[in-house]
């Protein structure tokens, strides 16, 4: 059983950036595809990136493309997600997942239901 704890979040104004990170327990994430989500408040969650076990190769949703970059450190079981350029529609709780050990090693996980673990979330706020 994984366990998954979020931590960075707080409140920025509109161009800064914010680094979260994502530590794992009671398992490796070196077998797991990572990914993170978020959702605003009254929206559904939405997808945000996702680091391939396999391979290490990233993939991002649309929204975040070229802004945000998800990086793993396997040795300190730990993931990280550096945000830039803020803006005010990146405001959410940010949640971390794992997929299930070996899951994902020729694709990316995009979807909620792919993720067997979660994170409580972190809360993110941009001020404009």
């Known amino acids: 059983q994984v366990q998954l704890v979020e931590s960075g979040g707080g409140l920025v104004q509109a161009g800064d950036s914010l680094r979260l990170s994502c530590v794992a327990s009671?398992?490796?994430?070196?077998?797991?595809?990572m990914g993170w989500f978020r959702q605003a408040p009254g929206k559904e969650r939405e997808f945000v990136g996702v680091?391939?076990?396999?391979?290490?190769?990233?993939y991002y949703g649309d929204s975040v493309k070229g802004r945000f970059a998800i990086s793993r450190d396997n040795a300190k079981n730990t993931m990280y997600l550096q945000m830039n350029s803020l803006n005010s529609e990146d405001t959410g709780i940010y949640y971390c997942?794992?997929?299930?050990?070996?899951?994902?090693?020729?694709?990316?996980?995009?979807?909620?239901?792919?993720?067997?673990?979660w994170g409580q979330g972190t809360q993110v706020t941009v001020s404009s």
């Open positions: 997942a794992a997929g299930v050990a070996g899951a994902g090693r020729y694709y990316y996980l995009q979807t909620g239901n792919q993720y067997d673990y």
């Open positions: 009671g398992g490796t994430i070196r077998d797991h595809s």
């Open positions: 680091s391939r076990f396999s391979d290490g190769s990233t």
